[in-house]
């Protein structure tokens, strides 16, 4: 009888397969999601130069000390500053200038005036405005955004690591990344095997269910920052496996994942082929569930075969797939867990055990409750499961009210 491998030690073998991908430089506008390569310095300030940050009157602040309702300051307007252009002269001590939002503060004016604290009003049309009234007094530098006051030339702005966000995205804009390098997406090969599967969509015979694995796992790859490419469903025979794993290799994969006909079943063709091609093991893990998972390399491509059952192949995904991706797609694993209360006795079998789980808030402590039918086919307790309950390993029992840790599979209900 072979050794039970724990999760962790299988976790350890598979990371240790893997680091982040190479980069590429993409376009800002699909940049959204992804992983800086390298850091972003800035060439130059941002702002770029002193600007107004209202519309009003760029001015002298000594020359408004005095302004109030009952006494405004008349100053004439000796320009028009709209955003966009730059001033055409210095100001002068008792001048103003006319200046929109975001336009350069002329040489000589150290503050702007808003619009609304003084008399004059305008139409955008009106081009020559004579003079001002002033009625509330401004300080140096009210009213200015000063160049460089967000950013200075050469600083660096973003990390290599971070993720592209709407706010760092703006950030590149800004700076003029048009092009930022970013770590190259995993593109993972996902091939499902069985003569019992029929494609979504098609009708099922008598005997036959819909490939649904090939679905799921395509969606958690691209849930975790993976490009799922998906190739046809193969026949159980060898020359079909065969040929479905070389059309994988075609894709230039960095991961390939198979699901089924990795366990001892008379049809379970996969292992043979996988054999052949490439190096794997078999490996026999202490959880549950999840029966052999194989892992190892086809053709020099990473390998994972995941178990058929729906649940199986999920969850195996969950505890080892998707930490392998994430370091491909240099993202972290955020491996979110929370203690809950279980909220039903349960028993388990002494495997470590993950238990698709439904969370509520119970004063400020979580508590969690199963889904249903636990069989590892069935997936609409999948679909109810806020995340997998953790049983330890070498437990067999568990009383309602112990304390156990839900690995998320969602965001928290509120
Ligand atoms: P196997 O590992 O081939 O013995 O498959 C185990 C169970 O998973 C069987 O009930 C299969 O019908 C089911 N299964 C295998 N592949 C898929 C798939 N792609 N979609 C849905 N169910 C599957
Ligand atoms: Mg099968």
Same mark, same amino acid.
């Given at each position: 009888m072979v050794d039970l491998l724990s999760v962790e030690e299988a976790l350890a073998r598979v990371l240790a397969h893997f680091t982040s991908l190479p980069s590429e430089e993409i376009a800002l506008s699909s940049a959204l999601g992804r992983v800086l390569a390298r850091f972003i310095t800035a060439?130059?300030?941002?702002?770029?130069f002193d600007n107004s940050a209202v519309d009003g009157f760029a001015v002298s602040a000594a020359d408004t000390a005095?302004?109030?309702?009952s006494a405004p300051t008349r100053l004439p307007v000796v320009m028009d500053i709209p955003a966009g252009a730059t001033p055409s002269r210095p100001l002068r001590p008792g001048e103003a200038a006319r200046i929109m939002t975001g336009a350069p503060m002329p040489e000589g004016a150290n503050a702007a005036v808003m619009v609304?604290?003084?008399l004059t009003a305008w139409q955008p049309?009106?081009?020559?405005?004579?003079s001002v009234l002033i009625v509330r007094p401004v300080k140096a530098g009210d009213n200015v955004r000063q160049r460089g006051e967000d950013v200075r030339a050469g600083q660096t702005v973003l990390e290599a690591g971070t993720r592209l966000r709407a706010a760092e995205i703006g950030l590149l804009a800004s700076v003029g990344c048009a092009r930022p390098a970013v770590v190259r997406q995993p593109r993972v090969a996902i091939l499902s095997t069985g003569d019992e599967l029929v494609e979504v969509g098609d009708p099922l015979a008598p005997g036959k269910i819909h490939d649904s694995n090939r679905y799921a796992l395509a969606a958690l790859v691209a849930t975790y920052g993976g490009i799922p490419l998906l190739i046809p469903t193969a026949r159980d025979t060898l020359d079909d496996v065969r040929m479905r794993f070389r059309q994988a290799l075609e894709q230039q994969p960095d991961l390939i994942l198979s699901s089924a006909g990795? %366990?001892?079943?008379?049809?379970?063709?996969v292992r043979t082929v996988i054999e052949e091609m490439g190096a794997v093991d078999f490996w026999r893990i202490n959880?549950?569930?999840?029966k052999p998972l194989a892992f190892g390399q086809i053709g020099g491509v990473p390998f994972f075969g995941l178990p058929g059952n729906p649940v199986s192949a999920m969850v195996t995904f969950e505890v080892f797939v998707r930490p392998a991706l994430l370091r491909l797609a240099h993202?972290?694993?955020?491996n979110r867990t929370v203690q809950a209360e279980l909220a039903d006795d349960l028993t388990s079998d002494g495997r470590r055990s993950y238990l698709r789980v439904r969370l509520t808030r119970q004063e400020n402590r979580w508590r969690a409750h199963l889904t249903g039918?636990?069989? %590892?086919?069935?997936l609409t307790s999948m679909v109810k499961a806020d995340g997998l309950l953790i049983v330890p390993e070498n437990i067999t029992q568990v009383q309602a009210g112990t304390i156990l840790p839900v690995r998320l599979l969602k965001d928290l209900p509120e």
């Open positions: 060439p130059a300030d941002i702002p770029p005095t302004s109030s309702d609304e604290h003084t049309t009106d081009n020559a405005l004579d990795v %366990s001892v079943g008379a049809y379970d063709v959880m549950r569930p999840g993202l972290p694993d955020p039918n636990q069989s %590892s086919g069935v």
